[in-house]
């Protein structure tokens, strides 16, 4: 195993370090120090742990290890880097520590290669929903707006039935007035007056002139025709008028 150690000493401590521990201070604190730590780092594990397992710490471990006694007893040094090469072994043993190797970062690599497919079935699942959802708003929001539209049609039909129906009923009070007036008018015209007026339009319309010293005894005084009709037509009217009031009471 092979170690390299990369220190500095500080300005301000370079007196007081050479003058306890002398120009070969580096000796002290740092070639006898790296070699017990690694003893004691390499009797705490088995060589399936140095060599495979943790060998990927054992610079930083080291590290830490030398710079905290350099702090406490010799603070002017200043441990930069520690680099430790793998330890020497049997070729047989380093061939099956090697496979050993190769065989995890597989594993590892197939973990990854396992993470990275499950990360995008993950994104293509998300993506997939988020389409779906997409899908469903942008049809409710259709249905919405058909439904809409088919309220908004009902409506201006509603609308338009009424207006039919508040026309046809116009027309029919129209029509109602006008035959109500017309029958008041009627029923106004019922007067001997005018009854005798159009009684004698229709005589004089049908009168016929017979010339001659000899009148037919057929013909009769027009104006006696006239009188009776007319009492007559009073009479009647007299005794409808009689039956209202006798209602009315």
Not at 48 to 76: H, N, R, S
Not at 118 to 133: F, G, L, P, R, W
Request: hydrophobic share 35%; with cysteine; charged share 30%.
């Amino acid at each position: 195993m092979i170690l390299q150690v990369v220190n500095k000493l500080k300005k301000e401590y370079v007196y007081e370090t050479l003058l306890n521990y002398g120009v070969n201070y580096d000796n002290t604190w740092i070639y006898d120090k790296i070699h017990h730590e690694i003893n004691q780092f390499c009797s705490s594990h088995s060589l399936q742990q140095v060599y495979i397992d943790v060998f990927d710490q054992i610079d930083e471990k080291m590290k830490d290890a030398l710079q905290c006694d350099c702090t406490k007893y010799a603070p002017g040094i200043e441990i930069l880097s520690v680099r430790v090469t793998k330890p020497i072994i049997p070729e047989r043993i380093r061939r099956n520590y090697e496979q050993m190797e190769e065989e995890r970062t597989k594993v590892l690599i197939s973990i990854e290669r396992q993470k990275v497919v499950e990360k995008e079935s993950e994104t293509q699942k998300k993506m997939a929903i988020h389409e779906a959802e997409k899908t469903a708003t942008v049809s409710n929001i259709l249905r919405e707006q058909k439904l809409k539209e088919k309220e908004n049609a009902m409506e201006l039909q509603e609308i338009e039935n009424q207006m039919f129906i508040a026309h046809q009923k116009c027309l029919a009070d129209a029509d109602f007035y006008s035959a109500t007036k017309e029958a008041e008018v009627n029923k106004m015209k019922l007067t001997p007056e005018f009854l005798e007026l159009k009684f004698i339009e229709a005589i004089a319309n049908n009168t016929k002139i017979f010339f001659g010293h000899k009148v037919p005894d057929m013909v009769l005084d027009q104006r006696l025709l006239v009188g009776n009709f007319l009492e007559n037509v009073s009479q009647q009217v007299h005794g409808e008028r009689q039956m209202k009031s006798d209602d009315n009471a």
